[in-house]
């Protein structure tokens, strides 16, 4: 090689480095974002990517799973102007419980448009399979309706220990009866836990001849002490063909 190619050679390598370091200082100077809880890098003291530190989400609770919608919503309409909304939904962690969450079902008509929403809030113990129920709600009938569509945010979570398990509340005595213009479930619930639960929801599930969800319905007790029984009834509009021995009853209670 030449002295004067070499020359070439070495003045262009020191031009693009000098382009290159000009460059890099102008993006790390001026244009580099600052770091923060959400550029999927471990920075600024995190103890993970995006966590800890000064992050105020925990690194454990990043592998927290997202609560699960098991099978399709189901719609029952008691008559023209009413509408039930049921849900069953997962928990399918085992170690972290969500101590409140809010939720909705949001109605759309043929066009994709939202008709009417319905909201709550509700919990989750760790590992737990549970209904969502939004029974006999006054609806609009402008039209016919298109999907229903489930909504959970706003979740709360804790560690299991936190909760300390799913209550200790029985429903026994079931008696379900139909007449001419409703479904009955009668029973009681035994407090058997240690501690005094507020608010005590009961889920009735009515199943048809061939097994499938007819209807359903609820009732709620409320100040439930340990030791206490106390009776409960749950009402549903009348449906002809229930297979009232199918009937199936769930006891929901947050641990305070």
Not at 84 to 108: E, K, T
Not at 127 to 152: Q, W
Not at 215 to 233: H, K, V
Not at 243 to 250: E, I
Request: aromatic share 12%; with cysteine; proline share 6%.
């Amino acid at each position: 090689m030449s002295l004067r190619l070499t020359k070439q050679v070495i003045y262009g390598a020191l031009y693009l480095l000098f382009w290159a370091a000009l460059i890099s200082g102008i993006y790390f100077w001026f244009l580099k974002p600052a770091p923060s809880c959400f550029d999927n890098i471990q920075n600024q003291g995190e103890e993970g990517i995006d966590c800890g530190g000064p992050c105020t989400v925990a690194c454990s609770l990043k592998t927290v799973k997202p609560i699960e919608t098991l099978g399709r919503i189901l719609t029952f309409s008691p008559d023209q102007e009413h509408l039930s909304l049921l849900v069953q939904i997962n928990n399918p962690n085992l170690d972290y419980a969500a101590r409140s969450f809010s939720y909705s079902f949001s109605i759309y008509d043929n066009q994709g448009n939202v008709v009417q929403t319905f909201r709550g809030d509700s919990f989750a113990y760790a590992g737990e399979i549970k209904y969502i129920l939004v029974p006999n709600a006054s609806v609009p009938r402008t039209g016919s309706f298109g999907e229903v569509k489930f909504r959970v945010e706003n979740l709360d979570w804790v560690s299991a220990s936190k909760l300390r398990g799913m209550p200790n509340i029985v429903a026994s005595g079931l008696d379900v009866h139909s007449a001419s213009t409703s479904l009955t479930v009668d029973g009681r619930l035994a407090n058997n836990d240690t501690v005094t639960f507020s608010q005590v929801t009961v889920v009735a599930i009515f199943k048809g001849q061939y097994g499938q969800v007819a209807g359903t319905s609820q009732t709620t007790i409320e100040n439930l002490a340990p030791n206490e029984s106390r009776p409960f009834s749950v009402l549903h509009p009348f449906v002809p063909n229930i297979d009232l021995p199918g009937t199936r009853v769930f006891v929901y209670a947050l641990r305070p």
